[in-house]
T-cell receptor, first 111, second 113 residues
Framework: RKEVEQDPGPFNVPEGATVAFNCTYS??????FFWYRQDCRKEPKLLMS???SGNEDGRFTAQLNRASQYISLLIRDSKLSDSATYLC????????????FGSGTRLLVRP | GAVVSQHPSWVICKSGTSVKIECRSL??????MFWYRQFPKQSLMLMAT?????????EQGVEKDKFLINHASLTLSTLTVTSAHPEDSSFYIC?????????FGPGTRLTVL
């Protein structure tokens, strides 16, 4: 089983839609979780950290489900500019500085 | 946020030549930098951890003699792809650690003919 797994998509949704992605991780001892966004041919940029209690930043909501070992990202009221690849990141235990990236979920928001 | 630059942003070279990629932290000092590689439609894969003043730590499966890393100062790490071959063509991205955050460079696209 891969350390971090994501549905590659693409998710093709209309503007204004709500879309959610999941990411499963294999190490039950993992403590930190992040969502990054990567535009085509660009570097990844931190979108948000995922806290145990869940967190929200505008239209974006991240949740952690430790029992089932997955994190989720919910995007409400999708914008065209949300089109990108969303990468799930889980640092390995014992090394919070290394980042293990999921393969990414591609989102296409259409007019 | 902190700024990390990479140079060159893209490079095309002939098979068998060596290519050096620079990663600089522009407004902070970074004792630790990371080098990643990303093939088309795949995710970023960590290649090595670059530590200022000491040897780099390579991930399993990454040849240290092929991918030479030098981190001679607190603001500069270099990755040299030696004797590059077409299969080394990829998007190489560095990141620099500041505190608990990592800041990514814009990446270098390498094409080996």
């Amino acid at each position: 089983r891969k350390e971090v797994e994501q549905d590659p998509g693409p998710f093709n949704v209309p503007e204004g839609a709500t879309v959610a992605f999941n990411c499963t991780y294999s190490n039950s001892a993992s403590q930190s979780f992040f969502w990054y966004r990567q535009d085509c041919r660009k570097e990844p940029k931190l979108l948000m950290s995922v806290y145990s209690s869940g967190n929200e930043d505008g239209r974006f909501t991240a949740q952690l489900n430790r029992a089932s070992q997955y994190i989720s990202l919910l995007i409400r009221d999708s914008k065209l500019s949300d089109s990108a690849t969303y990468l799930c990141v889980v640092p390995p235990t014992g090394s919070s500085y290394k980042l293990i990236f999921g393969s990414g979920t591609r989102l296409l928001v259409r007019p | 946020g902190a700024v990390v630059s990479q140079h060159p942003s893209w490079v095309i070279c002939k098979s068998g030549t060596s290519v050096k990629i620079e990663c600089r932290s522009l407004d902070f000092q970074a004792t630790t930098m990371f080098w990643y590689r990303q093939f088309p439609k795949q995710s970023l894969m960590l290649m090595a951890t670059s530590n200022e003043g000491s040897k780099a730590t390579y991930e399993q499966g990454v040849e240290k003699d092929k991918f030479l890393i030098n981190h001679a100062s607190l603001t500069l790490s270099t990755l040299t792809v030696t004797s590059a071959h077409p299969e080394d063509s990829s998007f190489y991205i560095c990141s620099a650690r500041r505190g608990n955050e990592q800041f990514f460079g814009p990446g270098t696209r390498l094409t080996v003919l």
